[in-house]
């Protein structure tokens, strides 16, 4: 009998971890579906919409590849996502690092300030920074973004990086200085190092977060070599009435490949960056 309740208990884990895994792999399943089934495959009622009914096709890649500038938007996501990143490793490391060792009560105060500041919707903030950009003659400019997107980036990396410092003992880095090692010395050599799930982290979300993010880019930019991923496939796809429903697919696909892989490789680390802050 206790068997026979552990192969159930186990059968149900498995039933559970494999509706998650089909929940979590059918979009990509979708998009490549979509992606090479032609079009009367893919708009025919009469067609089974999860299967091939038809031979695959390549055509709508050969839209997505040579009748728009996909690989210029590819070109841009990638560059200010790298520039959003730097930004916020450069800024947040250090605040999170002061606010963790030296700020005491007023220090978690300001720690959760900062982060609210994460939560206000960009619905509200949109159309002051379009101005604020503007004025700045950054208007139809990638360094519009990038001027923009470390403002919500930020705020959180720096109250999760807090939680992750404060894991780790002040004597480890007490012990460096008495070896001869400056306050920065400490940081860089031993504090850094301990702390590479939170760095990964950080590093992870700023650059999805900086990829897949609509309004700003849809308000600061509308010409079309200097868009983004996140806007130039929508609108370059939508025509009036006309959705080009399988070239969107592609695109969708291609551009969430390498944020699927990135997630796989590092995701115990992605994991621990954020669960180890929580830990006392």
């Not at 079009?39 to 089974?48: C, E, T």
């Not at 060792?101 to 500041?117: H, P, V």
């Not at 807090?162 to 007490?174: Q, S």
Request: neutral net charge.
């Amino acid at each position: 009998m206790p068997n026979v309740r552990k192969l159930a208990g186990r059968g149900g884990l498995y039933a559970m971890l494999g509706a998650f895994a089909f929940f979590g792999a059918f979009p990509f399943y979708w998009m490549v579906i979509a992606t090479f089934k032609t079009d009367h495959d893919l708009f025919s009622p009469l067609n089974n919409p999860f299967l091939f009914n038809e031979p695959p096709t390549l055509d709508h890649l050969k839209v997505l590849l040579f009748e728009t500038h996909f690989h210029t938007y590819l070109t841009n996501t990638l560059w200010v996502g790298l520039a959003v990143v730097v930004i916020t490793l450069v800024v947040a490391v250090p605040a999170a690092y002061s606010l963790a060792r030296w700020a005491r009560g007023w220090g978690e105060m300001l720690g959760i300030g900062i982060f609210l500041t994460y939560l206000v919707p960009p619905t509200i903030l949109f159309i002051p920074l379009s101005r604020f950009t503007s004025s700045l003659g950054l208007q139809e400019s990638l360094w519009s973004l990038i001027l923009v997107y470390p403002t919500f980036t930020i705020p959180f990396c720096t109250w999760l990086l807090m939680g992750f410092f404060k894991t780790i003992p002040k004597d480890i880095e007490e012990q460096a200085m008495i070896d001869g090692l400056s306050r920065f010395g400490a940081m860089w050599k031993v504090v850094l190092p301990l702390s590479i799930s939170g760095v990964l982290t950080v590093v992870v979300f700023a650059f999805t977060l900086s990829m897949h993010e609509f309004i700003y880019a849809l308000t600061f930019i509308s010409v079309s070599m200097k868009k983004t991923v996140s806007i130039g496939v929508p609108t370059e796809l939508v025509r009036g009435d006309v959705f080009q429903w399988g070239s969107l697919m592609a695109g969708a696909l291609i551009a969430s490949l390498p944020v699927a892989v990135v997630y796989t490789f590092f995701l115990d680390r992605f994991v621990a960056g954020f669960t180890m802050g929580a830990v006392k």
